[in-house]
T-cell receptor, first 116, second 115 residues
Framework: GAVVSQHPSWVICKSGTSVKIECRSLDFQATTMFWYRQFPKQSLMLMATSNEGSKATYEQGVEKDKFLINHASLTLSTLTVTSAHPEDSSFYIC????????????FGNGTRLTVT | AQSVTQPDIHITVSEGASLELRCNYSYGATPYLFWYVQSPGQGLQLLLKYFSGDTLVQGIKGFEAEFKRSQSSFNLRKPSVHWSDAAEYFCAVGVVPSNDYKLSFGAGTTVTVRA
């Protein structure tokens, strides 16, 4: 079945540094990818939608200069958390959707980010 | 805008017993409904989805869900729970499939299975 690979699965970084998270669709072309953030014991909050070759669409309240999203190819989207702060610590999950009207969403296994 | 309510934050069930997780949605048109399961530290796995047609939907791992338009509900059920079913369960509603395909998730229900 379709697989979405997310890397790294966990990362610890120092405050002020930037962290890049990759989301790859391994056996299908993902025209659309989504980035979610999940706080402990809470639901997933959509951060942004990225379409290959165009700028990402950010949800209200999400800082686009803070969370840089690039979707340069049909199999790869990246989320870069710039100048990370402890409050950015969270679980980030990507999902990818293939082409076709009813193509399903496939989720990555998430990235646990801890900013110290 | 669409929204999802999962009234039960935490459910404890004995192994072998039946399980029902409630989900209510708010959406102005025909909803696209999903149930996902998440194990600790993992991503989400799709259990089942409803787009149209038969309102009783069969999914993986022995789960089923019934869409009831009159009650704006999409409850998930399993006749006999296994210890491996302990996880977090999310109900989600999506807009009509489009380029955006946005999902709104409920707050989740944590299922604990006791021996």
């Amino acid at each position: 079945g379709a697989v979405v690979s997310q890397h790294p699965s966990w990362v610890i970084c120092k405050s002020g540094t930037s962290v890049k998270i990759e989301c790859r669709s391994l056996d299908f072309q993902a025209t659309t990818m989504f980035w979610y953030r999940q706080f402990p014991k809470q639901s997933l909050m959509l951060m942004a939608t990225s379409n290959e070759g165009s700028k990402a669409t950010y949800e209200q309240g999400v800082e686009k200069d803070k969370f840089l999203i690039n979707h340069a190819s049909l199999t790869l989207s990246t989320l870069t958390v710039t100048s990370a702060h402890p409050e950015d610590s969270s679980f980030y999950i990507c999902s990818a959707r293939g082409q076709g009207f009813n193509s399903p969403l496939h989720f990555g296994n998430g990235t646990r980010l801890t900013v110290t | 805008a669409q929204s999802v309510t999962q009234p039960d934050i935490h459910i404890t069930v004995s192994e072998g017993a039946s399980l029902e997780l409630r989900c209510n949605y708010s959406y102005g048109a025909t909803p696209y409904l999903f149930w996902y399961v998440q194990s600790p530290g993992q991503g989400l796995q799709l259990l089942l989805k409803y787009f149209s047609g038969d309102t009783l939907v069969q999914g993986i791992k022995g789960f089923e869900a019934e869409f009831k338009r009159s009650q704006s509900s999409f409850n998930l059920r399993k006749p006999s729970v296994h210890w491996s079913d302990a996880a977090e369960y999310f109900c989600a509603v999506g807009v009509v499939p489009s380029n955006d395909y946005k999902l709104s998730f409920g707050a989740g229900t944590t299922v604990t299975v006791r021996a």
